[in-house]
């Protein structure tokens, strides 16, 4: 049984739909990324999780109970802000004891809880400091430790990382992900940063316009995107759209915009896309997938100019036109040729292998 289960979770404000029948099934001591562009729902997810926000339509499920009409104090749900909403008048301690005082939990108790939490978030020694001395890394920690101390059943964190520079959210992304692997606490974590997603989670939920477009593992999103949208979202991505030329037995005949062939096999699931001759298909081809030169299994996709380079320290990228498309080219080091560099201007062959091609959509 899941440990945090959305059921058809829709949210309408006015006119718009925030919202649109979200379904998501979380296990328990599981890390999830709500992922997507600004707009798509993810901060109104949260919000109703934690029970700020009462749903249009739709529950909300913790460990097998519908927690839906519960008011935020009776769910158990700790929530770290993207601004840390830290008390500036208390000092470390009072902000991390804060919730435990309105629950009226004994003094000694928490004292004691307070220490723990403290010492689970690296900060052992700083209980008597203001919040306001605190780097961003230190007080996103303080936040961090008053959200824990609760001891929640669901732990929900809105951007926390957003604040910090990026060699600061480096370092704290790790420690945050050491710090819930301990505490194995079911967490639900806002991002609109692919790479903090990829980090952190162990699976993602890409959400767009109020729906869920994929859930599942950083590798299933990347390798099997869903549709278009989540091609295009995570990672670089070549898409063309091409009509068929023909359809054969076991092969595909599309062609290019200046009418030369491309065969491709046919998918193990191409009878779903009921694919004719003259219709358009949408077909996927990461960067990385293309070479430079012949290498085993690959064919002479065609000749294309390059028109521009970039340099991205373990990436090198090229952005190349050929056969009436442009596409982008990415590889590690700055040289993946065995006859010397490239340069922007040449015009080289470009290989691939037959399998490295994804139809998306017909």
């Keep these: 049984m899941p440990y945090l289960e959305l059921r058809n979770l829709t949210q ?25 562009p600004s707009g798509c729902g993810k901060t109104t997810t949260i919000r109703l999780i934690a029970g700020f926000l009462e749903p249009t339509a739709g529950t909300v499920w913790i460990d097998g109970r519908d927690v839906t009409p519960l008011p935020p104090e009776r769910r158990r749900v700790g929530i770290v802000f993207q601004s840390y909403a830290l008390f500036p008048h208390l000092n470390v301690f009072d902000n991390v004891g804060f919730g435990l005082r309105a629950a009226k939990v004994p003094r000694r108790q928490i004292e004691s809880r307070v220490h723990r939490a403290l010492e689970l978030v690296n900060l052992p020694n700083e209980a008597n400091r203001a919040v306001f001395e605190l780097s961003g890394g230190e007080q996103q920690r303080v936040a961090i430790a008053r959200a824990v101390v609760i001891e929640p059943q669901i ?29 194995q606490t079911t967490t639900v974590f806002v991002t609109h940063d692919q790479e ?7 699976r993602i939920a890409l959400l767009s316009k109020g729906r ?10 990347y390798d ?11 990672g670089r991505a070549n898409v063309f759209t091409l009509p068929f030329a023909a359809v054969g037995g076991d092969c595909l005949c599309l062609a290019w915009p200046s009418g030369r062939e491309l065969r491709l096999r046919k998918p193990a699931d191409s009878a779903r896309f009921h694919i004719q001759a003259g219709q358009s298909c949408k077909l996927l081809l990461r960067p990385e997938k293309i070479g430079f030169e012949e290498r085993a299994g690959t ?6 100019r390059l028109l521009s380079y970039r340099f991205a ?4 990228e ?16 700055a040289s993946p040729t065995s006859d010397g560099p490239l340069a922007v201007g040449m015009t080289k062959d470009l290989w691939v292998r037959v399998e490295d091609f994804q139809v998306l959509d017909v």
């Design 12 to 36: 309408q404000f006015g006119s718009q739909k925030a919202l649109d029948g979200l379904n998501l099934s979380i296990e328990k001591g599981e890390l999830v990324s709500l992922l997507g």
């Design 155 to 183: 732990l929900l964190l809105d951007e926390p990382l957003s604040n910090l520079d990026a060699s600061l959210r480096q370092r704290t992304r790790q420690q945050l992900r050491e710090l819930i692997t301990s505490l």
């Design 196 to 202: 903090e997603a990829f980090a952190l989670s162990d």
């Design 212 to 221: 869920c477009q994929q859930f599942g593992t950083a590798r299933d999103l």
């Design 224 to 234: 099997h995107p869903a549709n278009e949208f989540v091609a295009r979202f995570i």
């Design 299 to 304: 064919i002479r996709l065609f000749s294309a």
């Design 313 to 316: 320290g373990a990436w090198s």
């Design 318 to 333: 090229w952005e190349a036109e050929g056969e009436g498309v442009r596409l982008w080219i990415a590889h590690s080091g």
